[in-house]
Structures are given as C-alpha cells and as structure tokens.
T-cell receptor, first 114, second 114 residues
Framework: EPEVTQTPSHQVTQMGQEVILRCVPISNHLYFYWYRQILGQKVEFLVSFYNNEISEKSEIFDDQFSVERPDGSNFTLKIRSTKLEDSAMYFC????????????FGQGTRLTVV | KNQVEQSPQSLIILEGKNCTLQCNYTVSPFSNLRWYKQDTGRGPVSLTIMTFSENTKSNGRYTATLDADTKQSSLHITASQLSDSASYICVVRASSGGSYIPTFGRGTSLIVHP
C-alpha cells in the first residue's frame, strides 16, 4: 500500500540552527501539506502546496519557514534559526485533490531543539 | 473564529464495550468533517469524511454522525478492541474563497482495557 514517508524520524538540533525535514508524498498525489503537533497539543496546519507553489499557509508559517519540492518526488520543510518552541512533531501529508478527499499522513519527524 | 471542541478529553472503557465521542464545531462555511485515529507517536489515519449532506457514515466498527444544523458530530465505536486505544481527532474544514484550511480538535484519548 502506498504511503507517505518522512525522514528523519527524529532530529535534534541546536537553537539557531537550520533544519530540513524531508517527505516523499504518495506518487500520484498533487497536494502536499505540513502540519505541526507540539507535545500534548492539537495538530496545527502549517502550509499546503500545489503545482510548485504555496496554496495556503497559516499564521504559524512565517518567514522562518519555507517549503520546496526540489526534484519532483521530495517535499521539504526548512526551518531557519530554530527556537526552543519549534520542538514538535512535524507531519507531512498528501492528497490527490483538495476539498473532500482523504489526506494521507506520514509517520512524522520529531524535532527537538536544544 | 473557527473552533472544534471535543469531549470527553479522555475515556477508559473495557474491551468489547461501545463508546461515543463527541465533536462540536463553529467552523463556517462548512465544507467537510473528518475523524482521524492517531496512535501514539504516529501520524493521523483517516476514519471517515462527511460532507454537509451526509448524516451517517460507517467504516467497519466506526460510525460517524453529523448534524449540520446543530454543528455536532459523533464517532461511535462498537465492540471496542485493545487496538482502538488511540487519540481520536475531529477535523473540520471550511470552504471560503478556495480556502480549505482545516481546524483540528484536541482529540479524545481512548484507552481500552482488557
């Protein structure tokens, strides 16, 4: 069964460093998403991406964040100048279409900023 | 402000018993409502997706209901199994001007005891 894969599963970084979280969406999917879940809190939408550009983003997704689809298969989330409060589980998801269609989530990358 | 409230926050039941989880929302204009199951440390997995015109949708032992008038949804789990222990998340999407940003509930943590 096709699935969304994320790497690494756990990333530890020092405050102020840049991190890149990687995702390989399901191959025939066209919409890609990043979500964040701080420990013990609810999942939060960060950004959606379609046709090589951001289609929507939340208030959380400020200039510290960027997304890219560098090679037609990977979908990356870059976090610049990480802060302690960026520590969270980051989930990538993909879907065939937007709207009423199932989004498939990856297993997540746990980011710990120390 | 779009909000999704879930109750109870946590629930403990014995294996084989039924349970019902609640979701109230204030998201407008309503597009669709999804229930996800999230195992600890994993990504959410979709259980059901319901649009405005749907009152009930089943997926195996999971049955979701939707009352768009009162803006309430429930997820009923029949004959619970140990593997049902997880967080169940209600997610509501608005649809306004092409925006599909989802609003997540905090989830109900279900523990099924043998």
């Amino acid at each position: 069964e096709p699935e969304v894969t994320q790497t690494p599963s756990h990333q530890v970084t020092q405050m102020g460093q840049e991190v890149i979280l990687r995702c390989v969406p399901i191959s025939n999917h066209l919409y890609f998403y990043w979500y964040r879940q701080i420990l013990g809190q609810k999942v939060e939408f960060l950004v959606s991406f379609y046709n090589n550009e951001i289609s929507e983003k939340s208030e959380i997704f400020d200039d510290q964040f960027s997304v890219e689809r560098p090679d037609g298969s990977n979908f990356t989330l870059k976090i610049r100048s990480t802060k302690l409060e960026d520590s969270a589980m980051y989930f990538c998801a993909s879907s065939v279409r937007q709207g009423v269609t199932e989004a498939f989530f990856g297993q997540g990358t746990r980011l710990t900023v120390v | 402000k779009n909000q999704v409230e879930q109750s109870p926050q946590s629930l403990i039941i014995l294996e084989g018993k039924n349970c019902t989880l609640q979701c109230n929302y204030t998201v407008s204009p309503f597009s669709n409502l999804r229930w996800y199951k999230q195992d600890t440390g994993r990504g959410p997995v979709s259980l059901t997706i319901m649009t405005f015109s749907e009152n009930t949708k089943s997926n195996g032992r999971y049955t979701a209901t939707l009352d768009a008038d009162t803006k309430q949804s429930s997820l009923h789990i029949t004959a619970s199994q140990l593997s049902d222990s997880a967080s169940y998340i209600c997610v509501v999407r608005a649809s306004s001007g092409g925006s599909y940003i989802p609003t997540f509930g905090r989830g109900t943590s279900l523990i099924v005891h043998p």
